[in-house]
């Protein structure tokens, strides 16, 4: 529901009882899930502390894919910050997934991470970091990843982020205007604002005949039917 008080309660609820469950795991997975949540909701550098921490905290003995999935996320929050060592973290996720002596889950991480799982990563950093090209793709190999309908609104807002970069306006509103659709059939809020962001990202200059489809699906939130 985008009530960031209310997440992060209940996010240190979580970790607080992996901590009393005695699992290390379930624990750095949770802070893990809380970094990259607050780097979403645009507090980067507290995300990034999260999952520095995080990180530090892993056992010798934990698996790959939990090595693999925290770079990437470390990735994803150094890019929303503007900071080019976020590519180093997404060849580290590579070399920590070929290096899996398992492709079977891992619990918590009860998802396989393999290269098309990374790219989607990869795809979001380069798009954060102004690197159309790379972005792209990225994306192109992400697209055989399998994610829910809002996750792939989520990143489909991303793709838009880049193409935008890329000089590809129209593209880049079009696929916006699909993941706000998506995300109104969801009733989510967390797409809504993506969205947002990616329409502030284009600044008041953006030429109105390729915007105002965006612009009046945003403001929709804001309208009501007469009865």
């Not at 893990?32 to 056992?59: C, I, K, M, N």
């Not at 799982?117 to 102004?130: N, V």
Request: proline letters at 4%; hydrophobic letters at 45%.
């Amino acid at each position: 529901m985008a009530e960031p008080t209310r997440a992060r309660q209940f996010y240190k609820m979580s970790i607080g009882a992996a901590h009393q469950a005695g699992h290390a795991l379930l624990a750095i997975y949770m802070q893990g899930s809380f970094g990259q949540y607050a780097t979403t909701v645009g507090d980067p550098a507290h995300g990034l502390r999260l999952l520095r921490d995080a990180s530090a905290r892993l056992p010798r003995s934990a698996p790959n894919t939990a090595r693999a999935w925290l770079a990437c996320l470390e990735a994803v929050a150094l890019g929303y910050l503007g900071d080019r060592d976020a590519l180093k973290f997404i060849d580290d996720a590579e070399r920590h997934a070929s290096a899996r002596v398992s492709v079977e889950p891992v619990w918590p991480w009860v998802f396989e991470f393999d290269s098309v799982k990374i790219a989607s990563y990869r795809a979001i950093t380069a798009a954060r970091l102004g690197l159309p090209k790379m972005a792209a793709d990225a994306f192109y190999q992400a697209e055989a990843s399998t994610r829910s309908p809002k996750q792939a609104a989520i990143v489909a807002t991303e793709q838009a982020r880049a193409l935008a970069a890329g000089g590809q306006l129209d593209h880049a509103c079009d696929l916006a205007m699909t993941a706000y659709d998506i995300g109104c059939s969801y009733d989510s809020e967390r797409v809504r604002q993506a969205v947002a962001d990616f329409r502030a990202s284009l600044g008041p200059r953006a030429p109105q005949r390729i915007t105002a489809g965006l612009d009046e699906r945003l403001h929709s939130a804001y309208t009501t039917r007469a009865t």
